[in-house]
């Protein structure tokens, strides 16, 4: 019988956001695949656990991904780790879990540490909607088109980012958006020089050009504006009775269409129509 594969985060800077299930999990599986298998033996060292490691990170995915399955598929239990937050999340651990449905390994994800949420709610922006869009990409010409393909996106946005890049991040991020546009920029989550800055796009751009930017950070972004409706005249409202009657309608089946589709007062819409025919 094929063994289970355990999504388990581990803390984005406070080791005292690693829960009593996280740590149990790490001390009952087989083995942990691990981003970087020097900064999960730290985690370990902290936790009293010694545990197999192997590699699994993004340029070994496919043989670290085999060999994963291949000990999975032998009956081993194993925990999938990242230096810091939820494994496949932003992740090659994506891969992994994909390829373990395909094999009919079960996977199951532990709840801990994602920098995203832990941003997004402390940003102070709307959190019912949002959208991930990870790392931008380091080529401008590709950055921006990534934004522009977000340029009508009303949800708030959510991007990770290095700090060598976050000031031409900035400017793109205010071209594409404008410069009024709200951000919460979220530095160093959970750390000792935990930072929440709230602003606007160009007040960012000021900022940090003066002041260089340091930790790795989450950027959450207010999303576009709802268009705003555009208030429908009676006389509007009569014009669009006109053209349901010339196409056969009823004067009152032409007015209860027309109050329908504009929100119109019926006995107001009613008597103005009944006054032009009238005419």
């Known amino acids: 019988m094929a063994g289970t594969l355990y999504l ?5 800077g406070n080791l005292g956001d690693i829960s009593q299930r996280m740590a149990d999990t790490l001390a009952e599986v087989d083995f942990i695949a691990a981003e970087d298998t020097r900064v999960t033996l730290k985690l370990l060292n902290h936790l009293e656990l010694k545990k ?3 590699s699994y990170y993004r340029h070994n995915t496919e043989a670290g991904g085999q060999a994963v399955l291949g000990r999975l598929l032998a009956g081993e239990s194993c925990a999938l780790v990242t230096d810091a937050g939820t494994p496949a999340i932003s992740d090659p651990g994506e891969d992994l879990v994909a390829l373990c449905a395909r094999n009919g390994v079960d996977v ?3 709840p801990g540490p994602c920098a995203l949420i832990t941003a997004l709610a402390v940003s102070g922006l709307p959190t019912g909607r949002f959208t991930f ?6 080529n401008k010409k590709n950055r921006r088109a990534h934004l522009e393909s977000l340029a009508g996106e009303r949800r708030t946005m959510l991007f990770y980012e290095a700090p060598h890049k976050l000031c031409a991040t900035l400017e793109d991020l205010a071209a594409a958006f404008g410069p009024d546009r709200r951000i919460a920029l979220c530095r160093e989550l959970t750390k000792l020089h935990e930072e929440v800055r709230r602003t606007t796009l160009g007040q960012a751009v000021e900022w940090y050009a003066e002041n260089p ?5 989450v950027l959450v972004v207010e999303g576009a504006p709802e268009p705003e409706e555009q208030e429908i005249t009676l006389e509007q409202g009569l014009a669009r009775v006109e053209e349901l009657r010339e196409t056969g309608h009823s004067l009152r089946d032409a007015v209860k269409q027309t109050v329908k589709e504009t929100g119109l007062p019926k006995n107001e819409l009613y008597a103005l129509a009944v006054g032009k025919e009238g005419c």
Request: overall charge negative; glycine content about 10%.
């Open 8 to 12: 388990v985060p581990t803390p984005i």
């Open 52 to 54: 197999p490691l192997i």
């Open 213 to 217: 930017p340091r930790g790795e950070f």
């Open 108 to 110: 199951v994800a532990i």
């Open 133 to 138: 869009e990870g790392f931008l990409a380091m």
